[in-house]
């Protein structure tokens, strides 16, 4: 079985080990047959080159830019619904939660043109806003992982608070957001995937090269400075990073998220 695991790790883990040592090879080795692995000595001058070469960092800035407001609007809008629809009774709670959650088998095919639009009468287009301003207004998938959480909770620790005096707004803030650290992390992680390697909506917002993020940008590498494979795998190793750091640093969290976002319905 362990066996298994490592095989099949090898075999998701083969594009991204491919595409690191093609950031280290020397430009002749890279159209060799049969493929040679990594050049002897890795050539890590491409890494420069690669920052060098076109705007990367300036991308990069567009893409922090982005991934960080929608990361805040994410933590700020959907936990505070999913503790709405978790902990406190009003009309129609349930039918509403189900409505919601219905919305996540529309396709943003069906929703882009609409979403265009609206956009578009605001006066947003070739701006971050339309990119950063609806992870404001909830995620349904993210609202969901969040609530199956608040539901592990047992309700009889906020009915000791609400009996102590404290109101609603602060049994969210200093009891369930303290507690529901692992799937906000979870929910972190997945919103810092989605938006960092977002390319569709950038492709669709965003007409003024200067304001590309690294996910727009990066393809630009190609058709605008020309066919440099190994600067091309550089600039996506630094631009994959992020992510790696992220996860390593709040894999503990992560996996405790996972655990027990599902465990009640």
Known sequence: MRALLILVTFIYMLPFLWMVTTSLKADQDLYLYPPK??????VFENYKMAVQYFPFWRYFKNSVIITLGTIAGTLFSCPLVAY???KINWKGRDVLFYIMLSTIMLPFAVTMIPQFIIFKKL????TFLPLIVPAFLGSPLNIFLIRQFFMTIPDELLDAARIDGASE???????MLPLAKPVLFLVTL??????????LGPL????DESKYPLSLGLPQFLDKYGTYWNWMMAAATISVLPTIIFFAFAQRYLIEGIKLTGLKG
């Open 37 to 42: 692995l990594i050049s002897i000595p890795p």
């Open 84 to 86: 709405s629809f978790s």
């Open 123 to 126: 006066g947003w287009l070739n």
């Open 169 to 175: 707004f602060q049994i969210y803030l200093r009891i």
């Open 190 to 199: 997945f919103t810092f995937v989605g938006s960092w390697n977002n390319y």
């Open 204 to 207: 669709i917002y965003l007409t």
